[in-house]
């Protein structure tokens, strides 16, 4: 029998782990800004969307003024990840404390992240205030990817991008699971 519990943290933690991101800025005199988030997603295809929700009281939700890029840690950079998503950048370059090279992007201002092994760039289009939080919605203009890191439009099974827990908790993992190739002399759906 399952026995039903009460829940002291948000509601998001049921929905955990949750792929990372580092968002790549500009704060207002153009210095390059880089944090850490787990609340960002898709969310349209044509066009091709992606929204990011982000604490007013964080020094990005200031920076997120009109393009940033979603950058995507590995396992490898877990302590870097940790670094930039716990200090701000109001008074600190957080790259060079973490250790991270901004690299030119390809059509946006804010730098992508040399060790990420893809980057997508965004204007932002919209934004919508929930409680807290404020979701900035960025059109795709641009995507870049290391040469291994794709694999017939999805990443290739080397990669091992990092997935948030919750609180100091990480998760990372490789293994892919094709629901087509679990199907094969069972009962479809």
Known sequence: MKEKITLDNAAST???????????????????????FAWVTSTSHDPELIAVSVSEAR??????????????????????????????????????????????????????IAECLTHIECRIVDTLETGDHTIFIGKVVAKSADFDAIKNGALNEHVEPLFHLGGTKFLSGRERIDVNKLAKGKNSF
């Open 59 to 112: 020094y990005t939700h200031e920076c997120l003024t009109d393009e940033f890029v979603v950058n995507l840690p590995t396992k490898d950079l877990v302590e870097q990840v940790w670094a930039v998503g716990t200090l701000s950048g109001r008074n600190k370059n957080k790259f060079q404390v973490a250790g991270l090279t901004p690299i030119p992007s390809v059509v946006v201002k804010p730098p992508r």
């Open 14 to 36: 049921v929905f955990a782990p949750q792929l990372v991101g580092l968002i790549t800025t500009l704060d207002r005199a153009g210095q390059p800004n880089v944090a850490t």
